[in-house]
């Protein structure tokens, strides 16, 4: 679909770049010329994808650890990187997310998923932006949003809640930054199975069991829809396009709402069984890293 290089000469900064649908993207990029940069809180899996992804499609993959949730540190690596040269583009991808009962979430895990969605992705799309508005560059963000912006989550509230001020940074900042030539947009995918969404999202199912069943389509998203619908936004193909959320969900939230609305029907023994299964994930998670 795309031309050779299409991206050459671009610098891009993918946050949450290590794994998922971040590693997809930064794929797709490097694969079209693009210098990318990579961050997260993990450096080391940062590093390996950075590894991994050079030797696949060559080019040049930077790995940055850092927690978006600590705005000096968002504030350095930027630094670190403008100091080269500046960026071209920015993709806010980094996020968090479980499935809960409001009543069962304590201020503690609202903060785990607010600080990194919401106060995260402000930090670095602030402190790319600062940058280019200072030096006179013109400047493109994609942000990863959920569908729910538009009609509410149930039972994934701190994240309906976070997502939605990005879809509002994004529309405002579109009208604010855009006579310096700064686009901003967003995508916001239906069910793409990764390991982390279907882990903490579908504790005990079938990834994509639950989308394939109510999808108009009868299916999930692939990460390479993702990677086409990404590469076009910053492409320059359409560079008219600020401000919009687009979605990419197989029209499910038109038809069902495309949230978790059907959760309502849980017994306590049912969010019992998610709750364990997801303290378990992350448990494993931790044991890994050590």
């Given at each position: 679909?795309?031309?050779?290089?299409?991206?050459?000469?671009?610098?891009?900064?993918?946050?949450?770049?290590?794994?998922?649908?971040?590693?997809?993207?930064?794929?797709?990029?490097?694969?079209?010329?693009?210098?990318?940069?990579?961050?997260?809180?993990?450096?080391?899996?940062?590093?390996?994808?950075?590894?991994?992804?050079?030797?696949?499609?060559?080019?040049?993959?930077?790995?940055?650890?850092?927690?978006?949730?600590?705005?000096?540190?968002?504030?350095?690596?930027?630094?670190?990187?403008?100091?080269?040269?500046?960026?071209?583009?920015?993709?806010?991808?980094?996020?968090?997310?479980?499935?809960?009962?409001?009543?069962?979430?304590?201020?503690?895990?609202?903060?785990?998923?607010?600080?990194?969605?919401?106060?995260?992705?402000?930090?670095?799309?602030?402190?790319?932006?600062?940058?280019?508005?200072?030096?006179?560059?013109?400047?493109?963000?994609?942000?990863?949003?959920?569908?729910?912006?538009?009609?509410?989550?149930p039972f994934v509230v701190p994240s309906a809640m976070s997502k939605a001020a990005i879809h509002a940074m994004t529309m405002s900042l579109a009208a604010?930054?855009?006579?310096?030539?700064?686009?901003?947009?967003?995508?916001?995918?239906g069910e793409i199975p990764t390991e982390g969404m279907s882990k903490r999202l579908n504790p005990g199912e079938e990834p994509g069991a639950r989308t394939?069943?109510?999808?108009?389509?009868?299916?999930?998203?692939?990460?390479?829809?993702?990677?086409?619908?990404?590469?076009?936004?910053?492409?320059?193909?359409?560079?008219?396009?600020?401000?919009?959320?687009i979605a990419m969900d197989g029209a499910q939230a038109l038809a069902t709402g495309g949230n978790f609305y059907e959760l309502r029907t849980w017994s306590?023994?049912?969010?019992?069984?998610?709750?364990?299964?997801?303290?378990?994930?992350?448990?494993?998670?931790?044991?890994?890293?050590?």
């Amino acid at each position: 679909m795309f031309a050779p290089q299409l991206l050459a000469g671009r610098r891009i900064l993918v946050t949450g770049g290590g794994t998922g649908l971040g590693k997809a993207m930064t794929a797709k990029f490097l694969g079209l010329g693009a210098e990318v940069h990579i961050c997260g809180r993990r450096k080391s899996v940062c590093d390996d994808t950075a590894t991994e992804l050079m030797a696949a499609h060559g080019g040049h993959v930077e790995s940055h650890g850092v927690d978006i949730r600590d705005a000096a540190a968002v504030e350095a690596m930027v630094e670190t990187i403008f100091a080269r040269g500046p960026l071209t583009d920015l993709v806010n991808n980094a996020a968090g997310n479980f499935i809960a009962r409001t009543q069962d979430i304590s201020s503690r895990g609202f903060d785990a998923v607010a600080n990194t969605v919401m106060h995260g992705t402000f930090y670095v799309t602030h402190a790319v932006g600062r940058r280019w508005i200072a030096g006179g560059h013109r400047g493109n963000v994609v942000s990863i949003t959920v569908t729910w912006v538009r009609n509410g989550g149930p039972f994934v509230v701190p994240s309906a809640m976070s997502k939605a001020a990005i879809h509002a940074m994004t529309m405002s900042l579109a009208a604010e930054w855009g006579r310096y030539g700064i686009r901003l947009n967003t995508i916001a995918p239906g069910e793409i199975p990764t390991e982390g969404m279907s882990k903490r999202l579908n504790p005990g199912e079938e990834p994509g069991a639950r989308t394939k069943a109510a999808n108009p389509m009868g299916r999930v998203g692939t990460l390479e829809e993702l990677q086409n619908l990404a590469t076009f936004l910053i492409s320059g193909g359409c560079d008219w396009i600020n401000g919009e959320t687009i979605a990419m969900d197989g029209a499910q939230a038109l038809a069902t709402g495309g949230n978790f609305y059907e959760l309502r029907t849980w017994s306590d023994a049912d969010w019992k069984a998610a709750r364990d299964a997801i303290v378990a994930q992350n448990e494993k998670d931790k044991a890994q890293r050590r």
